[in-house]
């Protein structure tokens, strides 16, 4: 079963600051990845998606990288606000696990002004 | 609609009740997931349709649980003699492309059990 691990589980930082959240996986065979945001008392909101076949991809200050072989990806956020707190989920689409995407537990970030 | 739309968002019930979950799909998504996340974690695998049929189910927890798509647009989630166990928030999410596909979420239904 494809089992997706995040760390850091909670991250403080301040305004500004350039930051690196990590998602690896266990299973190298899959369709694609996605993050999302969280936040609290919500359902979760879709930032990007990579298929397997690519290598990053960007919107505005969000960059999210895949190194499938490794089976880690990276999301990284540049210049933080505080709007940015939430908690960040990676889920992994395997193509030997059916249909699911198969989630993490998340990084709970904090940004503060 | 223009996102999914999930009623109720929250949910009260005693032990030993049935309780419906209703998820509304982006318009023209044939692809369904259900998922359900509990306090801490991170949203689990329920069950996924592709138009009316159920394509995977492997994630519903036990015969308690069971979905419906009949149209192949609206789904219900469906829970007999709820458990304190059930209580979490269901989620439903939709999607253009069934197995590669971005997947978009809806604002979930928190269930109580009490």
């Known amino acids: 079963k494809q089992e997706v691990t995040q760390i850091p589980a909670a991250l403080s930082v301040p305004e500004g600051e350039n930051l690196v959240l990590n998602c690896s996986f266990t299973?190298?065979?899959?369709?694609?990845l996605q993050w999302f945001r969280q936040d609290p008392g919500k359902g979760l909101t879709s930032l990007l998606l990579?298929?397997?076949?690519?290598r990053e991809q960007t919107s505005g200050r969000l960059n999210a990288s895949l190194d499938k072989s490794s089976g880690r990806s990276t999301l990284y956020i540049a210049a933080s606000q505080p709007g940015d707190s939430a908690t960040y989920l990676c889920?992994?689409?395997?193509?030997?696990?059916?249909?699911?995407?198969?989630f993490g537990k998340g990084t709970s970030l904090l940004v503060t002004p | 609609g223009a996102g999914v739309s999930q009623t109720p968002s929250n949910k009260v019930t005693e032990k030993g009740k049935y309780v419906e979950l209703r998820c509304d799909p982006i318009?023209?998504?044939?692809?369904l997931y259900w998922y359900r996340q509990s306090l801490g974690q991170g949203p689990e695998f329920l069950i996924y349709?592709?138009?009316?049929?159920?394509?995977?189910d492997s994630g519903l927890p036990n015969d308690r649980f069971f979905a419906v798509r009949p149209e192949g647009s609206v789904s219900t989630l469906k829970i007999q003699r709820t458990e304190r166990g059930d209580s979490a928030v269901y989620l439903c999410?939709?999607?253009?492309?069934?197995?590669?596909?971005?997947?978009?979420f809806g604002e979930g239904s928190r269930l109580t059990v009490l």
């Open positions: 999410a939709s999607s253009l492309i069934p197995n590669t596909g971005e997947l978009f």
């Open positions: 299973d190298s065979a899959i369709y694609n």
């Open positions: 990579i298929q397997s076949s690519q």
């Open positions: 889920a992994v689409r395997g193509s030997n696990s059916g249909y699911a995407l198969n």
């Open positions: 318009s023209g998504h044939t692809a």
């Open positions: 349709f592709q138009g009316t049929g159920a394509a995977d």
